[in-house]
């Protein structure tokens, strides 16, 4: 066939409406999760240009900081920078390959038109792996995010613990019946960046 979309109608087309809907939610939070590493380096590259010219304002110390890059580039950033010794860096990198499978082979379950039944949950099982290492490095950056926005506030411990499961959740809501069951995952912590 040459066309992506067929005069013929899928076998499937509620599971294949919901393989996509969780696609599109897992996408949202790879968005997301990229969004966030680049900030938390930002404000990092900012804090450093601080340290190093007191005197700088704050036009002069946006203005030293390095170009947004892609996610890779940002996470050697983040490695590099001296917050990044307490970042779990395996987390977030297994974060970045969930990030781009999801980006570049979320959808990619062949012709629609005979995408069957057992190739979509296939599918749907390799995307929640996938979601649950994002979900992982997502709420590692979000503790760090988190401990930049409110200093003084103390990380929502039963938010952190809670997390992966909401992230399974949401992103599968109309799957969860049809897949098997997953391990539990263990929170990711990480000490509060305003100390």
């Known amino acids: 066939m040459s066309w992506s979309l067929s005069r013929f109608a899928p076998p499937d087309p509620e599971l ?3 393989l996509f809907l969780a696609v599109g ?14 900030y938390v380096l930002r404000i990092g590259n900012m804090i450093t240009a601080q340290q190093a010219d007191p005197l700088l304002t704050l036009d002069e110390m946006i203005a030293a900081a ?4 892609m996610l890779g580039g940002t996470l050697h ?3 590099s920078h001296p917050m990044g010794v307490t970042m779990d860096m395996d987390t977030l990198h297994k974060a970045r390959e969930a990030r781009n499978f999801i980006a570049h082979e979320g959808a990619s379950i062949g012709y629609i038109w005979s995408a069957r039944r057992e190739t979509i949950i296939e599918h749907a099982v ?5 979601v649950a290492d994002l979900a992982a490095g997502d709420n590692l950056i979000s503790q760090w995010c988190h401990g930049l926005e409110e200093p003084h506030a103390s990380h929502p411990t039963d938010w952190i613990a809670a997390y992966p499961t909401v992230v399974d959740a949401w992103v599968f809501a109309n799957l969860l019946v049809l897949l098997p069951e997953r391990a539990d995952q263990h929170p990711t912590t990480v000490s509060d960046p305003s100390e």
């Open 66 to 69: 390095p170009a947004d890059k």
């Open 16 to 18: 294949l409406d919901a």
């Open 25 to 38: 939610r897992a996408l949202h939070l790879a968005n997301a999760y990229e969004d966030k590493c680049q």
């Open 126 to 130: 390799k995307l929640r792996a996938a």
């Open 77 to 79: 950033g983040l490695a």
